[in-house]
């Protein structure tokens, strides 16, 4: 069955790699970047029928809001599936008494204002598929947005600020998660793990290819008990 995907941040790494896996499959694939003209893969990606590159800028309202709209035409029906897989760290800050409010005000600016207003954007083309369909919402997190976990993961220094973030990001998925399961709703976090991309660095451990494989394999098959939850990318269910 060929389903409708938002795939934010998806100009490289686990964003194309969404995009690509899910075009591969006779999805139909909106593709969100920033500068999609200047994406290699993405403009790559655009060879398959059902792919479409949407310009999208997280940080701005306006531009979410002009998404939505050029998405509404190539998705008349509504959207099936939001994957909130915009994010950033790269923050300069490394200990938590040290912290410098421009990284907390620039990471929650991504991670956590800008899943919120793309997700409140795209609500209405969400519902559009009716309460007799399932919908789903899938925001990228991190094993370091755990408060259960930090002391194993980064007990003393890290990144702080993205940690936060990431933390706050969490509860705004468990509460949307509440709000919105009436409505026939499974939304939830993932952890990709630590994966190879310009973020995680090319000696992390997990291959993007094998981390959207087990994404959308667990994305696939979630039904409503999984809704409010937080799993990894191998559908390990992970402790908020």
């Known amino acids: ?24 499959k006779g999805h139909t694939v909106l593709a969100c970047a920033r500068n999609p003209a200047n994406a290699a893969g993405l403009q790559k990606l655009l ?23 050029q998405m509404s035409e190539y ?23 040290n912290l410098l409010d421009t ?7 991504t991670n956590v204002v800008g ?45 702080p600020a993205c940690s936060i973030s990431k933390a706050a990001l969490n509860m705004y998925t468990k509460m949307l998660a509440n709000n919105l ?13 630590w994966c190879a991309t310009d973020l995680g660095g090319k000696n992390a451990p997990v291959k993007v290819k094998d981390s959207i494989l087990g994404q959308l394999a ?7 008990k999984d809704n409010g939850g937080f799993f990894d990318f191998k559908g390990k269910s992970l402790p908020w």
């Not at 509504?78 to 800050?93: F, M, P, Q, T, W």
């Not at 609500?123 to 259960?148: A, C, F, Q, T, Y």
């Open 218 to 224: 667990k994305l696939d098959s979630a039904t409503a």
């Open 181 to 193: 399961a009436k409505e026939n709703f499974i939304v939830y976090a993932s952890y990709p793990g």
């Open 47 to 69: 060879e398959h029928k059902h792919c479409h590159a949407i310009t999208m800028d997280t940080t701005d309202l306006d531009s979410i809001k002009a998404a939505v709209e």
């Open 115 to 159: 899943v919120s207003n793309v997700t409140k954007e795209l609500l209405p083309l969400l519902r559009l598929r009716g309460k007799d369909h399932v919908k789903k919402i899938l925001n990228m997190s991190s094993i370091i947005g755990s408060i259960e976990l930090i002391n194993q993961v980064a007990p003393k220094n890290g990144q």
């Open 75 to 97: 998705a008349p029906q509504g959207i099936d599936v939001l994957i909130n897989n915009a994010g950033i760290g790269g923050e300069k800050s490394t200990r938590p008494e």
């Open 1 to 24: 069955m060929s389903l409708a995907y938002v795939v934010t941040g998806a100009s490289r790494g686990l964003g194309l790699e969404f995009a690509n896996q899910l075009a591969a």
């Open 103 to 109: 990284d907390l005000t620039t990471l929650f600016q």
